[in-house]
């Protein structure tokens, strides 16, 4: 449960960087930030149901365009769940900012476990 919490701050910390470059994502505030957080949490965590030997053969098969495609996905749902959490320029909004989204995050998380905050 910690893990996921942490998740959740990581992606709403990484959802009001985003905001800030030009992707066309709009975020009102933080709260806001945090509920996307938490709905993309959600929704990525549906993925993970999956077998991993599934994940990692359409991963492989399709060169990476399932999971960026599935991202691309949960982004846009959630920002069409979430008031306060727009898609300036549509799809293409949604493919920037999961793309951004992705590599804010993996930033974030690689700061994380290199001062030990959390764990590999």
């Known amino acids: 449960m910690t893990a996921f919490i942490i998740s959740i701050i990581v992606t709403a910390i990484s959802l009001l960087i985003i ?3 030009p992707t066309g994502v709009e975020i009102d505030n933080p709260l806001i930030a945090l509920l996307a957080g938490a709905v993309i949490g959600a929704f990525s965590g549906l993925w993970g149901l ?3 030997w599934f994940r990692t053969g359409t991963a492989i098969v399709s060169l990476g365009l ?3 495609i599935g991202s691309i996905i949960v982004f846009g749902l959630s920002a069409w769940l979430i008031q306060g959490f727009r ?3 549509g799809i293409g909004s949604a493919i920037l900012g999961a793309i951004a989204l ?3 995050n993996s930033i974030l998380f690689f700061i994380l476990r290199q001062t030990g905050l959390v764990a590999v």
């Open 19 to 21: 905001s800030k470059l």
């Open 50 to 52: 999956f077998p991993a």
């Open 66 to 68: 399932i999971p960026l």
């Open 87 to 89: 898609l300036r320029w």
């Open 102 to 104: 992705a590599i804010v």
